[in-house]
T-cell receptor, first 115, second 114 residues
Framework: KAGVTQTPRYLIKTRGQQVTLSCSPI?????VSWYQQTPGQGLQFLFE???????NKGNFPGRFSGRQFSNSRSEMNVSTLELGDSALYLC??????????????FGEGSRLTVL | AQSVTQLGSHVSVSEGALVLLRCNYS??????LFWYVQYPNQGLQLLLK??????LVKGINGFEAEFKKSETSFHLTKPSAHMSDAAEYFC????????????FGAGTRLTVKP
């Protein structure tokens, strides 16, 4: 069974640009969550999508957005990039909302560097 | 709101020594608790989880954790450290209702000395 796949793994952007990251969840998983990981702030929850709807949202500015497609694949977008957006962006998937464990399965992440 | 606090950002042990990584939680509803491990340049891998069944939970690689409601703790232990255990460890909490808004602690970096 394939795991969570994130693309691209590494990317470099300059301030003011925008970036789109992609996540393919484990087959059969309908929930996709996104996290930002930085040395200073640790793992911070961005948002969670379930059945194409944003179900939960963390405390990030509107420059951070996401969406989920009918096949459960998800993308997140960051517009008007700032130096502080440099981070490892992790995607995690889980089964549907009736799951009784809430366990998350993580991808290897997309490392974004903003110059 | 749920949260976890990991005590100690860095822990160093000798190979063969006991590993103890501390985690305290705060939750207004019955929690699910997790320990994840992250190796360099990789995502997070689940070590073990507590889901209101047995309070002593056994995970992979010889790790275990005990849920103590009275102390609001979920500390991670391993009797004998191995060099391959060197990594960053994260405690996390979510709620019983399958809400995937999982919150993570700041992480503890474990170093294992030969």
């Amino acid at each position: 069974k394939a795991g969570v796949t994130q693309t691209p793994r590494y990317l470099i952007k300059t301030r003011g640009q925008q970036v789109t990251l992609s996540c393919s969840p484990i087959s059969g998983h309908r929930s996709v969550s996104w996290y930002q990981q930085t040395p200073g702030q640790g793992l911070q929850f961005l948002f969670e999508y379930f059945s194409e709807t944003q179900r939960n949202k963390g405390n990030f500015p509107g420059r951070f957005s996401g969406r989920q497609f009918s096949n459960s694949r998800s993308e997140m977008n960051v517009s008007t990039l700032e130096l502080g957006d440099s981070a490892l962006y992790l995607c995690a998937s889980s089964r549907d909302k009736t799951s009784d464990t809430g366990e998350l399965f993580f991808g290897e992440g997309s490392r974004l560097t903003v110059l | 709101a749920q949260s976890v606090t990991q005590l100690g950002s860095h822990v160093s042990v000798s190979e063969g020594a006991l590993v103890l990584l501390r985690c305290n939680y705060s939750s207004s509803v019955p929690p699910y608790l997790f320990w994840y491990v992250q190796y360099p340049n990789q995502g997070l891998q689940l070590l073990l989880k507590y889901t209101s069944a047995a309070t002593l939970v056994k995970g992979i690689n010889g790790f275990e954790a005990e849920f103590k409601k009275s102390e609001t703790s979920f500390h991670l232990t391993k009797p004998s450290a191995h060099m391959s255990d060197a990594a960053e460890y994260f405690c996390a909490v979510s709620d019983l209702w399958g809400n995937n808004d999982m919150r993570f602690g700041a992480g503890t970096r474990l170093t294992v000395k030969p």
